[in-house]
């Protein structure tokens, strides 16, 4: 039965929002949402389950999020183990879960055409779910792969270590993952068999009265109506109570405590938590967000400015964190400078005096009302989404808030309420703190040990007293609230553009810049999105220059912080990032205010002056990222590996880790002027900008830049213009690079077999999207569910500057990666025989299948923008590359994948150019050693110096050739 329509006015939708939304109850007691989107390509689906870690039976730690990859596998009606996957993947779409303390989330997308045999697919695993004994073992090893990932993650550690200090009675004290030890050995010890133990968790867990479904779809309502009402009628409703799980986590033993803890990485960090009264029981007052808005500011007077200053920390962010329907905590997270880490009670001291400058400045009504209105702007201006992520937010609000406000959430306070702020302001209290200290200096001083992720840590008691003392002897900072907001937009019109502008036009071309343009003409929002690219050679000529750029981008959004803060705060997105051949500047958001915020940034570059204050800090903060590569995830060092490999002109990061001690203020002062001597500028503007707007923006960098009589930039030389150039494997080699893992306490090991295909081109581009469009999920299903190589185990395409090829990407601890090399050529002989198998109808369906995902439309001027400004800085400026493919996609025939797939992919084939990145974990490290010292097997080649190497290989020709030179 429909219970409410949105044309009554029941359900709150944004101003802009053309999509019809129904909420419906079926006679099972399922509560859903219907949405109409005629526009959408893609359909999703999304069901939350109000059962989460919390509800974990004792002993058995993980069992609910077994059970959501248990879901997974098979069902009565659909026996064929992961073919429910195989289905989504090879339609378009994409599957995924999580499982939350309180809940858990199931939801896929797909191509529309497929939408209804997906739902019903999907629509199983609540009613029939088969969780057989082997998968159910097999599935444990993937739960035990995914924590052996998260157990060298300073988040996953400090967010158990939080919990681990809390009332052992009350759930959130409890291990939420699982891994082998809770989940196979403690059972069996105790006589449980998991999966009878699993199936009864589902049989008294899952009813349809504690479920909400989301369903997004292209037809009207009625019709997604009759499809939802089909499928899912027949979910049982067994109507078990909703579990609440009431009182504190945290009694008076777990407050006043000051915990030291010794992270994983380099650096030093404060997180300050209190217990208070969770928002979701004040969402239209906000108290949370209006506390959080004050606290973590970045303005001028705020606290962040006062301990930047004096050089104390460098980022600070505050806000309700951890929430549930009857606990939350507010959390304060510093990042500390080597001196702010002697300065932690200063530091808490001038934290308690703004909470206290908030009590005396009392709750201000103008401040509620900015932050309202900027609220407000956001959420009736707000981009579309993806449906499959619009489809999460929303069955995630529907299990908390009433049905007018499931699009809502909490984003639109609207009830301005001091005494309710008041009260949450009042929690944040010195009798009610938890304050969490991380610093590598804690080495061999705690005395305790996380059971769980071996966290070492110790606890000390802090009395109210102590913090009084602490704010007495802290600094006197001019601490003070914040100046209204200039950069609220107030002009939100859309321009008129009087023709339909299909690709970006080159608008205007000069010695010094380029400048691409395509006015919005699709989303008609008031938004914009700019894009310059500084092309500086002298920026990337060698490790120390790189460094000194990465510095000079730091230092430069620094300089800018406390102005341009106020931007971001009003939904206007700016940023500074260093590149390989330079450094680019980026905003995005609304239009109106958007050229002040671009002249300010102009004339912070023009102007730019080093602050050796401001240096020391911005060094410290870059070297400890440097120093902190070596704790990545072993997948990722592959991957770094890979492109350090194939890209020329890189510098290892090892190198400029070597450089950084020795960087001065003064080397910066004088690299900035020689970087900033020679330049080009590519420049996209798009969106609701018209092109007399576009070019005047240009024009004025250029005055600024260029055109001063002592000009900061002059043009490019001709043989200056930059190019991106890729290594070139040579055909019928195999090459493999070994190397130990950089953090000697990860277990895990990792493989990137790389396979190099072709220099961008139409034709070979489909046949290669088309092979691994149909190779991803037998891939997945192989190594990552059948064999259980581990929980990272992907197979995706790899795009160089226009240089294509496929990646295995896959991280264990179960196999060395030359083993798990092995394992990937014979899943690829495997894989052969199943294209050769396969019918012409299933060809079609596939072909069909990446034509609907080629021509789906671009959700939101950002999402649009990132294409066309991809291809314009590879230098490609295919525009019409989706129609130009699809055109490409239906000329093929089968048996030119299958040659394709010959000449290219299949283990011998001639012309096959692959190469290994063979990253060796503590666990196989006597294994990295035979790899190192082993004869290469016949056409192998072990790689054994990057750069002799990349110096011996011609490379491809760059797209980027004709930079700088475009003919209009």
Not at 345 to 362: A, H
Not at 529 to 549: G, M, N, R, T
Request: negative net charge; charged residues 25%.
């Amino acid at each position: 039965m429909a219970v409410g329509k949105e044309a009554s006015g029941e359900i709150v939708k944004a101003r802009t929002d053309k999509r019809e939304y129904r909420r419906i109850v079926l006679p099972n007691s399922l509560q859903v949402l219907l949405i109409s989107d005629p526009d959408t390509d893609k359909c999703a689906a999304s069901m939350d389950v109000r059962v989460g870690s919390f509800c974990d039976p004792d002993g058995l730690e993980g069992l609910a999020h077994f059970l959501e990859h248990m879901l997974f596998y098979a069902s009565e009606k659909y026996p064929l183990e992961d073919s429910y996957s195989k289905y989504i993947t090879e339609h378009g779409g994409s599957t995924n879960a999580f499982t939350a303390t309180e809940h858990t989330n199931y939801y896929f997308d797909v191509n529309a055409d497929c939408f209804e045999e997906a739902l019903d697919r999907f629509a199983q695993f609540f009613i029939k779910p088969l969780m057989s004994a082997d998968a159910t073992t097999r599935e444990i090893k993937a739960v035990d792969s995914e924590n052996q990932k998260n157990l060298l993650s300073d988040a996953w550690r400090m967010s158990q270590l939080q919990r681990h200090l809390s009332l052992e009675s009350h759930p959130y004290h409890k291990f939420s993952t699982g891994n082998w030890d809770t989940l196979e050995v403690r059972p069996k010890a105790k006589g449980l068999d998991t999966r009878h133990e699993l199936i009864k968790f589902y049989e008294e867990n899952y009813s349809a009265n504690l479920m909400h479904l989301v369903v997004y779809a292209k037809e009207n309502l009625d019709k997604i109506q009759g499809l939802v009402e089909e499928n899912f009628k027949d979910i049982k409703n067994t109507d078990h109570s909703c579990s609440r799980f009431s009182g504190q986590p945290c009694t008076s033993e777990h407050l006043q405590i000051l915990v030291k803890v010794v992270p994983i990485k380099e650096g030093h960090r404060l997180r300050i938590v209190w217990p208070v009264t969770p928002e979701l029981l004040h969402y239209k007052e906000g108290p949370c967000g209006y506390l959080g808005h004050l606290i973590g500011h970045e303005g001028e007077g705020s606290l962040f400015y006062i301990l930047k200053t004096l050089g104390w920390a460098t980022s600070l962010s505050a806000g309700e964190g951890e929430w549930s329907l009857e606990f939350s905590f507010f959390k304060v997270a510093i990042d500390l400078t080597d001196a702010g880490q002697e300065h932690m009670q200063d530091i808490i001291g001038l934290l308690f005096k703004y909470i206290g400058l908030l009590r005396q400045s009392g709750v201000c009504k103008w401040i509620f009302d900015e932050l309202a209105a900027i609220c407000e702007t956001k959420f009736h201006y707000q981009d579309k989404i993806r449906p499959i992520d619009y489809a999460v937010d929303i069955t995630t609000n529907m299990q908390i808030y009433p049905p007018k406000d499931w699009l809502v959430g909490s984003s639109l306070p609207s009830n301005f309420s001091p005494s309710i702020i008041q009260t949450v302001l009042d929690e944040l209290s010195s009798s009610n703190v938890r304050i969490f200290w991380e610093s590598k200096k804690f080495e061999n001083q705690t005395d305790m040990v996380e059971p769980w992720y071996g966290t070492a840590y110790s606890i000390e008691k802090i009395s109210c007293s102590m913090i009084q003392e602490w704010m007495l002897s802290s600094p006197n900072g001019d601490l003070h609230l914040p100046s209204p907001n200039v950069f609220i937009p107030t002009d939100l019109s859309i321009k008129n553009v009087h023709e339909e502008v299909k690709y970006p036009t080159l608008l205007r071309k000069s010695p010094y810049s380029t400048l691409w343009y395509k006015p919005d003409t699709v989303f008609l929002t008031p938004k914009a999105y700019v894009k310059i690219d500084f092309i500086c050679p002298h920026a990337s000529d060698s490790p120390e220059a790189e460094v000194l750029s990465d510095i000079f981008t730091e230092l430069l959004m620094d300089y800018l912080n406390e102005y341009a803060y106020y931007a971001r705060v009003a939904g206007l997105y700016y940023g500074i990032s260093h590149t390989d051949s330079g450094f680019q500047v980026t905003l995005v958001g609304y239009n109106h205010k958007l050229r002040i915020l671009l002249e300010t940034v102009v004339e912070k570059i023009a102007n730019f002056k080093v602050k050796p204050d401001r240096f020391s800090v911005i060094k410290e903060m870059v070297t400890k990222e440097y120093q902190n590569l070596k704790f990545q995830q072993p997948y990722q060092q592959a991957m770094y590996y890979c492109s350090l490999i194939l890209q020329d002109r890189t510098w290892p990061w090892m190198e400029e880790l070597e450089i950084l001690p020795h960087v001065e203020a003064d080397d910066l002062a004088k690299f900035v002027p020689l970087m900033l001597s020679r330049a080009f500028l590519e420049c996209y503007v798009a969106g609701n900008i018209e092109h007399s707007e576009a070019e005047s923006m240009i024009l004025h960098i250029e005055n600024v830049l260029f055109e001063d009589s002592k000009p900061i930039c002059q043009p490019l030389f001709p043989s200056q213009h930059l190019t991106n150039r890729i290594v070139k494997l040579e055909k019928g080699i195999n090459y493999f690079y070994p190397a130990e893992g950089h953090n000697p306490s990860d277990e895990n090991s990792a493989l990137v077999h790389y396979i190099q295909v072709h220099r961008d081109d139409l034709v070979l581009n489909v046949k290669l999207q088309l092979f691994a469009l149909i190779a991803k999920q037998p891939a997945f299903h192989q190594l990552r569910s059948v064999e259980q190589l581990g929980y990272i185990t992907f197979l995706m395409q790899r795009n160089d500057f226009g240089i294509r090829g496929i990646q295995f990407i896959i991280q264990s601890t179960a196999k060395g990666p030359a083993q798990i090399d092995l394992r990937v050529e014979a899943f690829l002989k495997m894989f052969e025989s199943k294209l050769y198998e396969m019918t012409n109808d299933d060809f079609k369906n596939n072909v069909n299948a990446l034509i609907d995902m080629k021509l789906e439309k671009y959700k939101n001027l950002r999402e649009e923008s990132g294409f066309y400004w991809r291809e314009i800085s590879v230098g490609t400026r295919k525009f019409d590359r989706r129609e130009s493919e699809v055109a490409a996609l239906k000329q093929l025939t089968q048996q030119e994948l299958i040659d394709f797939f010959n000449e290219n992919i299949r283990v011998g084939a001639p012309q096959k150019k692959s190469l290994s990145v063979r990253v060796f974990g503590n666990l196989h490290s006597s294994k990295y050693t035979a790899d190192k010292n082993e004869p290469a097997q016949p056409c192998s080649i072990r790689i054994d110096d990057i750069y002799s190497f990349r110096r011996s290989r011609p490379l491809y020709g760059s797209f980027k050739g004709t930079f700088g030179h475009v003919k209009l």
